[in-house]
T-cell receptor
Framework: GAGVSQSPSNKVTEKGKDVELRCDPISGHTALYWYRQSLGQGLEFLIYFQGNSAPDKSGLPSDRFSAERTGGSVSTLTIQRTQQEDSAVYLC????????????FGPGTRLTVT | TQLLEQSPQFLSIQEGENLTVYCNSSSVFSSLQWYRQEPGEGPVLLVT?????EVKKLKRLTFQFGDARKDSSLHITAAQPGDTGLYLC???????????FGQGTELSVKP
């Protein structure tokens, strides 16, 4: 596709349920990043993929959060046993390679935990 | 932990006024980026500054990177309503491209 796409665009879930968020990066981009943005705030780094491996998982807030990337393309962020504090916009970005290259962001998935 | 302090958090001005947004840290960054984000969309890169003391201009926007590469500023001349949005600074430190973001500045330019 022309840009980074994310699905779903909005997700409302009940506390305690698991959710999966999907990111389709720009074709050919080897680096993929997940960030979280609370209302009106800056972005908080979660995890970085180079190809299918994740050299930096330092931003994952707890062991309820996990992510994988397959085929060097699509990535899925999974949140288990969701809590209300998980409510935020989850943004995915990709870049040609890791490092100081421009990151292109998707529109995000707005997650609301009730 | 590297942090970026961005100020002001909110700014409401009239069309035609000038403004400056600041981004400060106690840490050195290899590069610093400025993004603009509109509601319901992801951030869009405006500029990347790499060299200490560097100044870049993008039409009415002027970006400066501090000599020590710890701080940056964004100056907008003669602001327009179309400049309204969330402005974010982000530092990169040669760790795979992971960006450390400031809290953002919500700019509103009234006609």
């Amino acid at each position: 596709g022309a840009g980074v796409s994310q699905s779903p665009s909005n997700k409302v879930t009940e506390k305690g349920k698991d959710v999966e968020l999907r990111c389709d990066p720009i074709s050919g981009h080897t680096a993929l990043y997940w960030y979280r943005q609370s209302l009106g705030q800056g972005l908080e780094f979660l995890i970085y993929f180079q190809g299918n491996s994740a050299p930096d998982k330092s931003g994952l807030p707890s062991d309820r959060f996990s992510a994988e990337r397959t085929g060097g393309s699509v990535s899925t962020l999974t949140i288990q046993r969701t809590q209300q504090e998980d409510s935020a916009v989850y943004l995915c970005a990709s870049s040609l390679v890791g490092g100081a290259y421009e990151q292109y962001f998707g529109p995000g998935t707005r997650l609301t935990v009730t | 932990t590297q942090l970026l302090e961005q100020s002001p958090q909110f700014l409401s001005i009239q069309e035609g006024e000038n403004l400056t947004v600041y981004c400060n840290s106690s840490s050195v960054f290899s590069s610093l980026q400025w993004y603009r984000q509109e509601p319901g969309e992801g951030p869009v890169l405006l500029v990347t500054v790499v060299t200490g003391g560097e100044v870049k201009k993008l039409k009415r926007l002027t970006f400066q990177f501090g000599d020590a590469r710890k701080d940056s500023s964004l100056h907008i001349t003669a602001a327009q309503p179309g400049d309204t949005g969330l402005y974010l600074c982000a530092g990169e430190n040669n760790q795979g491209g992971k960006l450390i973001f400031g809290q953002g500045t919500e700019l509103s330019v009234k006609p």
